[in-house]
């Protein structure tokens, strides 16, 4: 019988095909690899070179919140000039080629690794704003922007690898996002401690290197896969898609910049109006980043079905909590918008990926959300402030996020007209009840305690909300006039004689019975005048009270220093970084020079222009004030000149770190006489200041130093608690400051000294944490 002849190779192709389709699944998979990890290591890099640099700056620039705002504001315009450069690029540039051009960008901004201060831009001029951002701009904008384009020309190119997943490349978004979340998480926890600023500019050019053949490799993969890939596949991809239309630029600008601008008006309204811990911007910038990663992925974590009944949830009982007029609950309050930001973003990134536009306009996609996030910025960052004298775009923000629901704005043309009259009729109702809720709940005797009418009247809105679900335009007007509510009534962010300025908001209000003028920056008292004897009358009194009353260590400091100086027959100069409500210029003596160093001119008008507090009027009416960050004015004074400087420069309960460094602690020594005395105001609810200052205090050998804790005042505002750190030059100088009641060493802490290079705050923390 004859057998059946096998075809040629039959048997070598059955063996073979299976060891193909491994080798090609094995090498799919390297490709996915290899763009993840490129796409993480381009986010990781992006996020620490801000903080870094942005740390680097501080003493330059000194420590207020404009340099962060506008720091902010550089490298969100960076990251939109990265994108559009990024569009440009693979619209104009054949596809095979662009990795050369981006090769050769990113080459070039070598020259100006590592990154650091350049020559000629050590001394700012009067108005510094634009001066930073040409700093920025000079110091890192080559090499952020070429780091920036990464994210959209490396799923671009992606989406050209013939990978199974190409047609989507949306999700390497999510793994660009993680290596920014990491990178924030870690910055200051992990690495500036660890490494100081100095080094870190070093492994920062060291992985921008390792990032530059990662990004070469990328482009060689896919240039020799698109080289190989079949003439249909070629031809499908020539196939031209659906053009964006402008009403989706629009779109995508928008569903970015609610989420942009909410991030920075959140942040500043928890450290406004909640608490100020230091670090507490890491927050809510980790809640942005993540919901960037959970929203761009095939599938979210949460249905939609759930995520838009939760979102309006936490958006109703957000603004019902910033409705009432009581201020202790702050954990629900926090909770709330915590979980409002958070379920916002999340809704309005998940639109913005469902209205994704196919693969080939990924790289326009990202340039109108990425100039959607500048707006956002620019809004929040620096117009808000001139806008509203409190954080009343945070509330507006809230209510606007409903805008970023799927199909809000889709209604049918035929039911523009109905849908019109419906908003114009939800609008008139409010503003009438808004109006006259108010009259004629006292008209008729109705009280609602320490509440107040303003979140009954807000309830009512929040109910029309509800009950009008499905009709998203209506449900966000009824979510607007809460937001009306809540800044034209009496509320949380209604409250007193607000004046605002980049530096933060300042209220002037009374005290509970009318005794005192009250003086709060963020949520913490930064003065109080007496205007009330114990029998009730008003009274003209300027002794100082808070942490600047007689017996406190400051006033101690003070009298200390002038009998030191009756003593010796000398007149005496004295230097008070932080103005507060002028408090300490009724110790002034008229023999004596008084110089204050103070950041905000709003706080100079409050102090000495203002009918609310009268101490400089009394005390000191020409009034010797210099206007700027204190580590700058005081740099040009003449050296040996004071006989005793105090700080007391705190934002809330911010802390100045360029302040507190071993470089800062140098500059006092070097201004003060031989027998000057620096005093610090280290009072803070959440760090061990004390401990930092003592490990601090090794490193400048030329000063010694002690504390002093007052624990004796009654805690009302005649009288507060405060610890101050004590420094000297002369070891005499300290001996009247051991004789006061509270005096002792440093604690050892176990913290790490701070200095420009590097300023641990999570030691400091877990040390304040454990003594409490």
Known sequence: MQKKQMPAGGAMDEAVAPRAAMQTRQGNAGVLALFAATAFLSAFLLFA??????????????????VWAVALLFFQAALLIGYGYAHLLMRHVPATSTGFVHLAIALVALITLPVGLPEGWREPPGDPYLWQLGLFGVAVGLPFVAVAANAPLLQAWFARS???????????????????????LGYPFVLEPAFGLTALSRYWALLYIVLVVAIGACFALVRRRASAAPVSEQAAEAVPDATPTWRDRLAWCGLALLPAALLTAFTTHIATDIASAPLLWVLPLALYLLTFVLAFQTRLPLPMWLLLPLQLAAVIFALLELAQVKHDKWVLTSGAGVAAFFLAALVAHRTLYLARPRARYLTEFYFWMSFGGVLGGLFAALIAPRLFSEVFEYPLLIALSLACRPGVFGQPAASTKNELIWIFGIFAAGLLAIWQGPLLAARYGYSFGEWGTTPVIALVFAVAAVALWGHGARQLTAALMMFAAVVMLPSAVKRGQAQRSYYGVYRVSLSEGDDFNVLTHGTTLHGAQRLRGLDGKLISDVTPGTYYYPGSPMAEAVKITQARLDAEGELGRFGVIGLGAGSLSCYSRKHEAWRFFEIDPIVVDIAAKSNHFTFLANCQPKLDVVIGDARLTLAKEEDSSFDLIIVDAFTSDAVPVHLMTAEALQLYAKKLTDHGVVVLHISNRYLDLDSVLGAT????????????????????????????????KDTLALDAYRALEGAQDFHAGGVSPWTDDASDILGPFLSQWRRS
């Not at 870094?52 to 207020?64: D, E, H, R, T, Y």
């Open 49 to 66: 070179i801000q903080p870094m640099f942005a740390k680097m700056v501080l003493p330059v620039l000194g420590g207020s919140s404009s």
């Open 162 to 184: 013939g990978h199974p997943h190409a047609k989507d490349p949306y999700f390497l978004y999510g793994a660009s996002n993680l290596g920014s979340l990491i990178a924030l």
């Open 697 to 728: 205090l090794p490193l400048v050998p030329e000063l010694k130093g002690l504390i002093v804790s007052d624990d004796k005042a009654d805690g009302s505002y005649a009288q507060n608690t405060s610890t101050i750190a004590v420094f000297a």
